[in-house]
């Protein structure tokens, strides 16, 4: 990167994202209300709503759906927080991502193909595929 990143405002950035990872709903929805982009993305572009959903907590991802944060928001690898979650086996991320709109074929590999590829055959009939 040719500019230089303010070390405060860097700081900031990584104590956010660890609140995904820690599945802070509240200090979340507080940061994302006072003004931080609810599609804040890491240097691999994970979201925060990624974030939370990888490390299983529903409730962050919840909130920041609510707070208009992209359910299908790929990151840099063409991963969707929906296919973690199947990946990862969180079902209660799952039904949260797809309340707040999360498309089951978005994303490389998809949540359906995520889902073929471990036999979570009540997966595929949630998410209405053969």
Same mark, same amino acid.
């Given at each position: 990167?040719?500019?230089?990143?303010?070390?405060?405002?860097?700081?900031?950035?990584?104590?956010?994202?660890?609140?995904?990872?820690? *599945?802070?709903? #509240? &200090?979340? %929805? /507080?940061?994302?209300?006072? +003004?931080?982009? !609810?599609?804040?993305?890491? $240097? =691999? @572009?994970?979201?925060?709503?990624?974030?939370?959903?990888?490390? *299983?907590?529903? #409730? &962050?991802? %919840? /909130?920041?759906?609510?707070? +208009?944060?992209? !359910?299908?928001?790929?990151? $840099? =690898? @063409?991963?969707?927080?929906?296919?973690?979650?199947?990946?990862? *086996?969180?079902?209660?991320?799952?039904? /949260?991502?797809?309340?707040? +709109?999360?498309?089951?074929?978005?994303?490389?590999?998809?949540?359906?193909?995520?889902?073929?590829?471990?036999?979570?055959?009540?997966?595929?009939?949630?998410?209405? /595929?053969?």
């Amino acid at each position: 990167m040719s500019e230089d990143l303010d070390p405060e405002v860097v700081e900031l950035a990584s104590k956010i994202f660890e609140l995904a990872r820690q *599945g802070d709903a #509240e &200090a979340l %929805a /507080a940061y994302v209300d006072a +003004g931080v982009p !609810a599609n804040l993305t890491n $240097d =691999r @572009g994970d979201s925060l709503v990624m974030l939370a959903a990888y490390h *299983g907590h529903a #409730e &962050a991802v %919840a /909130a920041l759906l609510a707070r +208009g944060a992209e !359910a299908d928001r790929a990151n $840099d =690898r @063409g991963q969707t927080p929906l296919a973690g979650a199947v990946f990862k *086996g969180e079902d209660a991320v799952i039904k /949260a991502l797809l309340a707040g +709109g999360a498309d089951p074929s978005a994303g490389t590999p998809s949540a359906v193909d995520t889902a073929r590829m471990f036999g979570k055959a009540e997966l595929l009939a949630l998410f209405g /595929a053969n």
